[in-house]
């Protein structure tokens, strides 16, 4: 703690950074209790988008007013997914800005003036009441079936009776009063929302016994002292939205304009949970999907684009924020289509690959995945992995995978490892034939090599050798990635190149020749 204070005074007294004149000020303002997960994403990203499309500031803020939620490394592991999303904010709790601090349990002052403002212009009072009694107040209207809800007795002491109170040093938290709200608020992307506060809540704490404030109350001094314009968030905070009005008026400060982001589902309708692995944004990272997919997919799901019809692209960072408008965002929840993240994978791959330069941070991306997942063949130096293989082998793998990873699914082992030769001689259709053609495919040129050529010879070659075409590949294909089905071939063996697929056929001879040698030895 001492040290992240010390570390926010160097840099307020080290980067001054200033305000530009700019009419949009936006924030993604996340609380640090756990992984970034889509949710947080799409909210960090139309953000950022609506930022840039407006020539505007965007700054992360966190929130962790509730320190019990706090979990370590949760701050910094958010950046990190921010950053490596290609979300990068203008003003942060690492580089700083002319609002800051930002983070909440740094600005304790602040709201300890703010509050002080409520309470002197009666907007605001303090509450004496005993964790007992809003216990029973729980209790009784559970009795009732009725929703709970503070009483709000203490609004009702009398000056004096406070100032007793506080004299004595009783224990108390400070309430905000409610009023109603029949009244409507635009909502950027809702429309007029109507949403009366008070009929289900009693008077809410902003000022909790310990001196921390609560969400509600932190979030709306940060965001009028940050000078946000809009609040783009989830559409769970639409029900505290006129609470924030409320505030804003209380302070007599004009409010930002506010949209909420409908919700992300699964794709077979359900919520997303916290328990699901494949909400959180690391998860995507450390399986290969490249950030720029992660982004399509997100966007693909809630709308808020404007975009002609034409086939399907994998959008940049540039085209998504000429695109954006938040017009366009759908105001139903929108389902995740996991097929489209890894259509959109592949699109990104293919437009990586076309681009030379780069080939050489692809190689030494497919010589650590290869080397990772064969750490044997890795030790016994068996694995091809020079540079013009590796491009080789993308280059036909382009079509066939969705991210580096399936290079190295049991689809695909055979390009890096020779598979095991467990198969029972006996049990090898025509091995004697195969030991022919390992024999004349060392004499076919390089340049013949390939899958067009090797498709006629290989027909050519059963049909002089009288062997069924189909039993023949079978036994190729056994032999040359341990496969019973996959590739074609004559494709497979382009792909390993000739040396391999004659290395990988003539262990039929060294086999039988072992055995005669067995058996000529009568082992
Ligand atoms: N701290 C809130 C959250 O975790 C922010 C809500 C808001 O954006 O106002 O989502």
Redesign the pocket.
Known sequence: MQRSILKTAILQLTQKRFFKKQPVRVRF???PTGYLHLG?LR?ALYNYLFARKNNGTFILRI?DTDQTRVVPEAVEQLHDDLLWAGIIPDEDPIRFGPTGPYVQSERLEIYGEQVIKLLENGSAYHCFCSERRLEMLRREAARASQVPKYDNRCRHLSQENVKEKLKNGEKHCIRFKLSPTPDPFKDMVYGDITFDVSVSEGDPIIMKSDGYPT?HFA?VVDDHLMEISH?L??VE?QISTPKHLLLYKAFGWTPPQFGHLPLILNSDGSKLSKRQDDIRVDFYRKSGIFPIALINYITHAGGGFEREQGPQECYSYADLIKQFSVEKINVNSSKLRPEKLLEFNQLELCSLLENEKNNKIFVQSVIKLVSDSFPERKADGSLKLDEDHILLTLKWAKSRINKLTDLVSPDLAFLWVVPPFSQNLKELKHAETVQVLSEKLSDVEENNFNKDSLKNYLKEFANNNGVPFAELMRTLRSLLSGLKDGPGVAEMMEILGRKRTVDRLKRVSDESSARNHRSIQGI
């Open positions: 303002a996340p609380s947080g909210t929130e969400y979030n609040v968030r989830g905070w």
